[in-house]
């Protein structure tokens, strides 16, 4: 009897751990599955950028690329990450030159090539960014395990719930690892470093 009992404990404590661990991912905007370079993670795409330009997983092959899903109207996460991108790419000196750097939106709806263009003139001009149909952006996120969701607004319109790594993929388009939201410099530039050698 007393096995059971603490075998029941041990149960519904186990649940309770996975919870906050499912919870905390999601809160921090990690993929789902991030455990190292063999994490298939990334895909092939073929999405617009900035200026109407049709983009291929063709055109980021031969360099290292690092990739972060947004939106224009984000308020916080996006302007956050692509001031810290600038940021880091300026720290990089030459070697932020051996990079692709992509945003693509989850929000295809409101994210054309335009706005894109007047989104990104606040940030580094080296950022690309890249926007799809309704039915693209769905597949490039599952691609790379990015979590997204539509959020009503109760005065009208929406907003969107999203991920907030950056994704790092080698030149082969190899899944290397991710930066975390509000990383600290440090750490970040030594990841794009070794990025760039890898």
Sequence with gaps: MDRR?????????ALG????VAFETRSIGSPAVVSGPSTRIGGPLILVDQHG??????DLEGKPT???????????VCPTTLTALTAWMKALGPDADKLNVVYVTIDPERDTPKQLALYLSSFDPRIRGLT???????????????????????????TMDHSSAVYLMDARSAFEGV?????????ALAQLRALVRA
């Design 5 to 13: 009992i603490a075998l029941a404990g041990l149960v519904v404590a």
């Design 17 to 20: 751990l996975a919870s906050v």
């Design 53 to 58: 330009r049709v983009i291929t997983d063709r």
């Design 66 to 76: 690092v990739v972060f899903f947004g939106f224009t109207y984000c308020p916080e």
């Design 132 to 158: 799809g149909t309704p039915a693209q952006i769905p597949q490039i996120a599952h691609e790379y395990g990015v979590y997204y969701q539509k959020i009503p607004l109760s005065g009208g319109g929406y």
């Design 179 to 187: 930066i975390g939201y509000q990383e600290p410099t440090p750490q």
